[in-house]
């Protein structure tokens, strides 16, 4: 199975990686990285390939009797069919035959081509990001350098020894060898290895236009895939780097036929980065001017404002009138917090100072105590001296009381 003969390799990789050094290192773990990508993409397949047969399973038996029935239809049908095929024949002609038959190889070359461009296995492997595969590969060099540090190659498992270890003394010891703390334990790694980071934008770009530059030809997409793949870009992305090249006029780019082919010369190139420093220069240079003029218009305004002894005195009785002005919207915004006229709305939606309002409400109960008490009074004489409408007016007017006389609301 291509899955077991990868995990061999990988640890054929291990091997070699727990020897070597250096630049040879970095090729092995190139080439385990490689392994370990295709892993990944057998192991998909695997599980694909399981679901599809899974499916299989399911209609299979309602497939078959479909089968049979269809065939016993296709016995009938082929015999009614070969009595009008006789017929049929002989109305062909040949040389129109032919020309049909040229035609349709044209298309199946093009159908051909189309088939593929879509055959091109992205969906293999394109959620698996390289830098998770080195994150794994750098992962599984810690489990092995780790394996390696707590199970010796010749070492009997713990379980298995027939001393016990002595009892701890409360004194840590210094360590004893290298690798090994204060308990005799192996130390662990000092720090995981950084992630290599992968190549930018500008770099991939570079790339790209290298392989243009470097051979002069005209290439397809397929083409420009398959080199930029080898120089280092992910396949992935080769597809939208060119096509900002293109939009950008570093590369040029004509269909012919049915698929469209890239090409790009320096000198073009140089050219294009010449007229956008032209550009670039032109714009610096614009913007300098302005801010030249900007300088000497603030100079020449701040030439005008001169300190006149008119000015000073303008100056000083502006100050003030505005501290004059400050005081006054100070006194009146203390006053307006006190002021029961004043709406709440008017003065910002603040409430009446607490001990303001606290007496305002006192006040105003007492009035209506008082009120209630004239009322109760003129009730009272009246009912004792059964007044008659004259005599009840001699009361108000003897008790005070006027028309508008009333509760407070």
Same mark, same amino acid.
Request: glycine residues 6%.
């Given at each position: 199975m291509q899955i077991s003969k990868l995990e061999e390799e990988l +640890?054929?990789?291990?091997? +070699?990686?727990?020897?070597?050094?250096?630049?040879?290192?970095t090729s092995i773990k190139q080439r385990a990285l490689q392994t370990l990508k295709r892993k990944k993409m057998y192991e998909q397949q695997r599980d694909s390939m399981a679901a599809q047969s899974f499916n299989i399973e399911q209609v299979s038996a309602s497939f078959a009797i479909e089968t049979a029935k269809d065939s016993l239809d296709?016995?009938?049908?082929?015999?009614?069919?070969?009595? +009008?095929?006789? @017929?049929?024949?002989?109305?062909?002609?040949?040389?129109?035959? /032919?020309?049909?038959?040229?035609?349709?190889?044209?298309?199946?070359?093009?159908?051909?081509?189309?088939?593929?461009?879509? #055959?091109?296995?992205? #969906?293999?492997?394109?959620?698996?990001?390289?830098?998770?595969?080195?994150?794994?590969?750098?992962?599984?060099?810690d489990e092995w350098a780790m394996e390696e540090a707590v199970a010796p190659q010749h070492a009997a498992p713990s379980y298995l020894a027939t001393d016990l270890p002595a009892a701890p003394t409360g004194v840590k010891d210094k360590p004893t060898a290298a690798g090994v703390d /204060?308990?005799?334990?192996?130390? @662990?790694?000092?720090?995981?290895?950084?992630?290599?980071?992968?190549?930018?934008?500008?770099?991939?770009?570079e790339r790209i236009l290298k392989i243009y530059h470097d051979n002069l030809e005209v290439y397809? %997409?397929?083409?420009?895939?398959? %080199? #930029?793949?080898?120089?280092g870009v992910v396949l992935q992305t080769?597809?939208?780097?060119?096509?900002?090249? $293109?939009?950008?006029?570093? *590369?040029?780019?004509?269909?012919?036929?049915?698929?469209?082919?890239?090409?790009?010369?320096?000198?073009? $190139?140089? +050219?294009?980065?010449?007229?956008?420093? /032209?550009?670039?220069?032109?714009?610096?240079?614009?913007?300098?001017?302005?801010?030249?003029?900007?300088?000497?218009?603030?100079?020449?305004?701040k030439s005008l404002r001169t300190d006149?002894?008119?000015?000073? $005195?303008? %100056?000083?009785?502006?100050?003030?009138?505005?501290?004059q002005i400050e005081e006054a919207?100070?006194?009146?915004? $203390? %006053?307006?917090?006190?002021?029961?006229?004043?709406?709440?709305?008017?003065? #910002?939606?603040r409430p009446l100072d607490w001990y303001t309002h606290l007496h305002f409400d006192y006040a105003c109960t007492s009035l209506m105590c008082d009120v209630d008490n004239v009322f109760n009074l003129k009730s009272w004489i009246i009912k004792k001296?059964?007044?008659?409408?004259? /005599? *009840?007016?001699?009361?108000?007017?003897?008790?005070?009381?006027?028309?508008d006389f009333d509760y407070v609301e």
């Open positions: +640890q054929k990789y291990r091997q +070699q990686m727990a020897k070597a050094k250096g630049p040879a290192l296709t016995v009938s049908a082929m015999k009614s069919a070969a009595t +009008q095929l006789k @017929a049929e024949t002989k109305k062909f002609n040949f040389a129109e035959l /032919e020309n049909v038959q040229d035609d349709m190889a044209d298309m199946m070359d093009d159908m051909n081509e189309i088939q593929e461009i879509l #055959g091109r296995s992205y #969906g293999v492997g394109q959620d698996i990001d390289e830098s998770e595969l080195e994150a794994e590969l750098e992962g599984l060099e /204060e308990y005799g334990l192996p130390l @662990a790694p000092v720090a995981l290895r950084k992630r290599k980071k992968g190549v930018s934008l500008d770099e991939k770009r397809n %997409l397929k083409e420009v895939e398959k %080199l #930029g793949s080898k120089a080769i597809k939208d780097v060119n096509q900002a090249l $293109v939009d950008d006029n570093l *590369v040029d780019t004509e269909k012919i036929g049915s698929g469209n082919y890239f090409w790009s010369f320096p000198s073009k $190139v140089a +050219q294009q980065r010449k007229r956008k420093l /032209e550009d670039l220069e032109a714009k610096r240079s614009e913007l300098k001017g302005k801010i030249e003029s900007t300088k000497q218009a603030v100079a020449a305004q006149s002894d008119d000015r000073v $005195v303008k %100056l000083e009785r502006l100050a003030l009138l505005k501290s919207n100070r006194r009146m915004h $203390v %006053l307006s917090e006190n002021d029961p006229d004043v709406e709440s709305s008017e003065r #910002g939606g001296n059964s007044c008659s409408s004259a /005599e *009840v007016s001699l009361v108000e007017k003897w008790l005070g009381i006027k028309d």
